[in-house]
């Protein structure tokens, strides 16, 4: 036999052991900063245990492979004075080390079909949520619900000082958002998930997810936390040039605290609704308006307005000019242009308030006010 | 030996009309390495952003450009023309045929490359900058999302297919045609089979993608919907044809590299390839499976599980021929008299790191657990471990092993040595840690990063720059070889090296084998 295997599967077999342990120790805490977490799902802990076992035989044979490898160097070198053999081919050799690793394939197949199986069966949900990928920031809108429908933007709440290294780094750096998804514990949650856009990718290592958002498609995947907790994730396929900036945070509930959660937004889009028909003065447009404008507008137009990506809004010809064309900018974006339609993505009365905002701060001192319904008006055309 | 050559023309002339393998095989090796230091000084750009956490140097749009800029030079403009290069330089010497069979046609598919590079590499300079939806641009980021420079880099890739194709079927017929009399198929050296099977993958390839760039050119510029549902398309028909390219290009990466490794390890083993039947067979049997393994790159998209569960059976088949190649290498240096110059470490490089790509290629291939890894610098050190130390570190390999034929000087052996060593660790000080921020929930293509990738993302950038600057000892030593390196005369520049190309004197006369040489059992392949 060419191979001295068994001495060496010894030899090799210390440092593979004391690999896989400090992987393992690795895995015991919440997030690995070097391993797959196995998350708060059963799913995740399959997944976890297909990649250890995965990992684990490739470990071994690799092991085996370059034991004989560097025993060869070691014993076979030309300046020990060896006379090299001349055999070149042996068939059942071949033969052997064709099958073998056939059936390892065939073995960790099985288990691989399995789990496989278990995430493409989407029925029996008790709760589905549709998650929208815009660039960059995601939708969550709840269905099945009564009442009110929930739907709502979760945008990267991380300060742009803090990115532009103006500020100290918060522990949750890139990975905070201004409103999470929240869902409750120990419940079957089916995602609907579709993009507005370019292609997306939802990814919460901790709840084994990542379903790619396509525009004009609907993937379902789902999921199930067995823990209580705030999972984060971030987008996982490139989508331009916010594409590392668009995180996910889920803020998994007991039921009671999901129940309450619910109810509260239900209540306030309850409100909006009303909100639609009030007129506002301009200070209270101005107020809202600015919270509206940080969170949507700065990133691309500036704090003061001065531009960036986006066009200057301060002393700008739109928005000191017709207020029809400045609301149907951005209402419908400009295309071409990173410019988009917030005209889906904000309520009539956060739109009235934004662009009555633009034409009256940074020096811009236009006097107008918009109401929900001009907003409203104009959208009917 | 045909006793009155006609040397190389003089002056510029000689290389812009040049229909000599030799001369235009120097070309394409000379131009890929150009485009090497190109594409890595982007990879040095990537590597200094993500340094640490926020944004330092460049803005998230140059970044964008550069991850996509550094795969599409990479790929299309260092690996894939080097390996052509060689195919130009050794072939027609290993088969003992005089040169290429369609020499002048192997002059345009050089001279067609360099403006097209020229002609990517300016986009960088239009306004909307360079293309940046990645080297796989996906639609509609690269289509209706895509700024004016898109339209230059489908022409590019257009050009860059068109010089694939042409120098493609030159090899075929080179091969098919231009054999010594008695040189059977089975008696090729194994680099140039791999390069035969090669050459089939590209002509077949390189056409759905030219299809893939036209359906995108058509919805800029002539409204159609290929790849966008508002008009009744579908953006994940662009996944699959892209990848239906995609997949069996990264086998046309590396299966010259296997060819170039198996000549190399037994040479320094003193000992023939073992196996040589098997290692055919199993080369056609990868380049067979690569054309039925494309979506295991989209697991995520949302396939049908009847689908997933193929493309995973069928994409962890690979790992049984993948596997007999290793286990082929091993047992040639077993029991063989071994020595380690700079070709042999750096094959040696190969075999160790490119084993490890193959594993986390496995692992990548179980469609459960990949939903885990998609998309994360997980698969981004997957991939640099078979593309860099795969194809990149068996080139290297490549230029040390045959350096010395074609210059008749010697390169230096310690500075070789310590280019290897530098290279190695610079390597794996870059990738390893991937592996690890990938598991994590890193994903790639990003500028900025969480606070807990932070310290492997600082590791990486150190090795990518210690891996950078040691190219360019590579570079002197190339150059120092070629102007002073010490003159040898003796054909066999390597005792323990076989084949024809060893035969002919050293350095390489101009041309090579007028008359074809006889084929000998003994010289049955390398």
Request: proline content about 5%; glycine content about 8%.
């Amino acid at each position: 036999m060419i191979f001295k295997a068994k001495r060496l599967s010894k030899l090799a077999l210390g440092p593979v052991l004391l690999l896989m342990s400090v992987f393992a120790l690795a895995a015991g805490g919440e997030v690995s900063e070097v391993n797959m977490s196995p998350g708060v799902t059963e799913v995740g802990h399959k997944i976890y245990d297909l990649h250890m076992i995965i990992l684990g035989i490739s470990t071994v044979i690799g092991a085996l492979v370059f034991g004989v490898m560097f025993y060869s160097i070691y014993y076979h070198r030309k300046s020990r004075g060896v006379t090299p053999a001349t055999f070149h081919e042996s068939t059942k050799v071949e033969i052997a080390w064709t099958i073998v690793p056939f059936f390892i394939l065939l073995a960790m197949a099985v288990p691989a079909t399995k789990t496989l199986l278990e995430i493409y069966d989407n029925d029996n949900a008790e709760l589905d949520v549709i998650v929208t990928g815009y660039q960059w920031k995601w939708k969550y809108e709840y269905l099945n619900e009564n009442g009110e429908n929930v739907s709502f933007f979760s945008n990267l709440s991380t300060p742009q000082g803090e990115i532009d290294n103006t500020e100290a780094k918060g522990e949750y750096y890139l990975l905070e958002v201004d409103e999470p998804l929240v869902l409750p514990v120990d419940t079957k949650v089916r995602f609907l998930v579709t993009a507005n856009d370019v292609i997306h990718s939802w990814w919460v290592p901790q709840l084994a997810v990542k379903r790619d958002a396509i525009p004009g498609f609907i993937n379902e995947v789902w999921t199930k936390a067995t823990k209580e907790g705030v999972y984060r994730g971030q987008c996982a396929e490139l989508c331009g040039r916010n594409h590392g900036f668009m995180p996910i945070v889920v803020n998994v509930v007991s039921k009671e605290e999901y129940r309450d959660w619910l109810a509260v937004k239900q209540k306030e889009a309850a409100e909006i609704k009303e909100l639609m028909a009030q007129t506002f003065t301009l200070d209270e447009l101005m107020t809202r308006g600015e919270a509206v404008y940080n969170t949507n507008c700065l990133a691309c137009h500036g704090a003061q307005g001065e531009g960036g990506v986006g066009a200057a809004i301060a002393g700008s010809a739109v928005a000191t000019g017709d207020v029809g064309h400045h609301l149907d900018i951005g209402i419908n974006g400009v295309p071409g242009t990173a410019m988009q339609a917030f005209g889906g993505q904000l309520n009539d009365v956060d739109m009235a308030a934004v662009i009555t905002y633009q034409r009256n701060a940074f020096g811009n001192n236009m006097g107008d006010t918009i109401q929900p319904i001009d907003v409203y008006n104009h959208k009917k055309g | 030996m045909g006793d009155h050559h006609h040397g190389p023309a003089k002056g510029l002339s000689r290389w812009l009309f040049t229909t000599n393998h030799k001369d235009i095989g120097t070309m394409y090796l000379w131009f890929s390495f150009c485009m090497f230091i190109l594409g890595g000084t982007f990879a040095m750009i990537i590597r200094a952003e993500l340094f640490q956490p926020g944004m330092q140097l460049v803005d998230p749009e140059f970044f964008n450009q550069m991850t996509t800029l550094h795969g599409l030079v990479m790929v299309f403009g260092a690996i894939m023309p080097s390996f052509v290069g060689l195919a130009n330089w050794m072939i027609p010497m290993m088969i003992g045929a005089p040169d290429m069979a369609l020499p002048r046609m192997n002059n345009w598919s050089f001279w067609i490359l360099p403006p097209t590079f020229l002609l990517l590499a300016s986009t960088l300079f239009m306004e909307g900058g360079a293309p940046q939806a990645g080297w796989t641009f996906y639609a509609p980021l690269s289509t209706t999302y895509a700024g004016p420079s898109v339209t230059y880099f489908i022409f590019c890739i257009h050009v860059l297919g068109l010089s694939s194709i042409m120098g493609s079927i030159n090899i075929i017929a080179t091969v098919m045609n231009m054999r010594a009399p008695g040189m059977t198929y089975m008696k090729m050296p194994l680099f140039v089979w791999t390069w035969l099977i090669t050459a089939f993958l590209l002509v077949a390839v390189m056409p759905v993608l030219a299809g893939a760039v036209t359906m995108m050119l058509m919805d800029v510029h002539f409204g159609t919907s290929f790849f966008s549902a508002a008009g009744g398309g579908d953006p994940v028909l662009f996944q699959h044809v892209f990848w239906f390219f995609g997949h069996p290009e990264v086998y046309i990466i590396i299966l010259p590299a296997f060819g170039v490794v198996s000549q190399i390890i037994p040479a320094f083993s003193r000992k023939p390839l073992f196996g040589y039947d098997s290692m055919v067979y199993a080369t056609a049997s990868i380049a067979f499976l690569s054309f039925i393994v494309w979506a295991h790159h989209m697991y995520t998209v949302g396939m049908p599980v009847s689908g997933e569960l193929f493309f995973m059976y069928a994409t962890m088949l690979i790992a049984v021929p993948t596997g007999v190649k290793v286990f082929n290498w091993v047992s040639t240096m077993w029991r063989g008299a071994l020595s380690f110059e700079t070709p042999m470490l750096f094959s040696i490089g190969f075999l160790v790191l490119f084993t490890i790509g193959g594993f986390t290629g496995l692992m990548l291939s179980i469609a459960p657990a990949d939903f885990q890894y998609h998309d994360s610098y997980f698969v981004v050190a997957h991939f640099h471990y078979v593309m860099v130390a795969g194809a990149v570190f068996s080139m290297t390999a490549a230029v040390y092993y045959w350096l010395p034929k074609w210059c008749g000087r010697m390169y230096n052996e310690t500075m070789g040595k310590t280019h290897f060593w530098i290279s190695f660790i610079g390597f794996n000080l870059t990738f390893f840690p991937q592996h690890f921020v990938g598991l994590a929930g890193m994903p790639r293509r990003i500028p900025d990063y969480a606070l807990q990738f932070a310290d492997f993302n600082m590791m990486s950038s150190i090795g990518a720059f210690i891996y950078g600057a040691s190219q360019i000892l590579w570079l002197y030593n190339i150059i120092a070889t070629i102007v002073s390196g010490e003159k040898i005369t003796r054909e066999k520049v390597w005792d323990g090296a076989e084949g024809l190309e060893w035969t002919v004197p050293t350095p390489a006369p101009y041309h090579t084998f007028e008359t074809p040489p006889k084929i000998d059992a003994a010289h049955a392949h390398s």
